[in-house]
């Protein structure tokens, strides 16, 4: 026992030792890296925005060097741990912020709450919807095109090198599927069609981003979301440790995706899509890297939002806890599925490879 407790945290100091701070002299992988998304690469975004969706408050970020920023976690997000993989010395500045020539190195658009359907979410408050994220990434273009004082066709050799991470979906489902209290769409359609609907959205909007000159985007997966601490708190499980019904629908979401990477490649020139596979990342034992709580939250949460109460104390042993909210992980969470994102620790982490190698590929 005592063994095994040590390899643990072996095991998570290397993990921490390696990613935590970024190698001394490393070299950028790609001219410049950008996030579309939601809450799990939200980096400020939403914290001038009328919305619940906010995180710019303690006990968020109480282990982020700058305190409360907006990041929906104790620590640092999924964005900053692929910035730090991919050798950048700061993290990608949010949009809402980003000023001058800041935007060179890349942007943040994601938004906590945000969403493929422009619908979802409208509950918590405002939110930028993929679609708005994708204008505000015309916006940096023109900008870009200003700064590098170029030709048009320059930006787009540029922007053809940089990576692209999308994350997206997991609000059409907790924010309208789920919620038929405020939206018909449970009644409307089974889960199957909504499955449809939502992809085919996703498609039109992953080649308008094509469409501007990007050429390697990693499609993050969905979750599972059944088992989040938030819906164990509203639903049955006879016996499961998820709520599996909840599972099954993001499934048939999750199984839509890889076909569309499929069809985006062999359809799109020169596309270079990946699909990280979620389900693939959280199915191994979370034990490896020291977690032992995996269906409660590490901090007081509202029960109003299953966000966190302001200024209550969290949990100490917070690289024990899988959940930092009823929704969000923790920053040890997020440090392993950013890790397994870039370099896949088993076949069907990523398809059809890699963050890693994705940014090794030619144009
Ligand atoms: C994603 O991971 C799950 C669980 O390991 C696996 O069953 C599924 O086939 C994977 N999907 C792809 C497209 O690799
Ligand atoms: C990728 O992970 C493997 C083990 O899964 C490890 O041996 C290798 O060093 C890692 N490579 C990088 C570049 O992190």
Known sequence: MALITITKWILLWMLLSVTMKPIQGQQQQVPCLFFLGDSQFDNGNNNLLLTS??????????DYPDGATG????????????AQLLGFAEPVPAFATARGSDIIKGVNYASGAAVILEESGIQLGDRISLDRQLLNHRLTIARLSLLLSKQSSSVNDYLSKCLYAVNMGSNDYINNYLMPQFYPSSRLYTPDRFAEILIQKFSGQLRTLYNTGVRKVAV???GLLGCLPQELGMYPTNGSPCVDFINNYVQLFNNRLKPLIDNLNSNLPNAQFIYINITSISSGDPSVIGIRVGNAPCCVVSRRTGQ???NQVPCSNRNEYAFWD?????EILNLGTA?????????SDAYPVDIRRLVQQQN
């Open 53 to 62: 969706a906010k995180a710019n408050y303690p006990p968020y970020g109480i």
């Open 71 to 82: 990041r929906f976690s104790n620590g640092r997000n999924i964005a900053d741990f692929l």
């Open 220 to 222: 993050f997966g969905i």
């Open 308 to 310: 966190c109460a302001p």
């Open 326 to 330: 009823n929704f969000h992980p923790t």
């Open 339 to 347: 890790s397994r994102a870039y370099n896949a620790t088993v076949p």
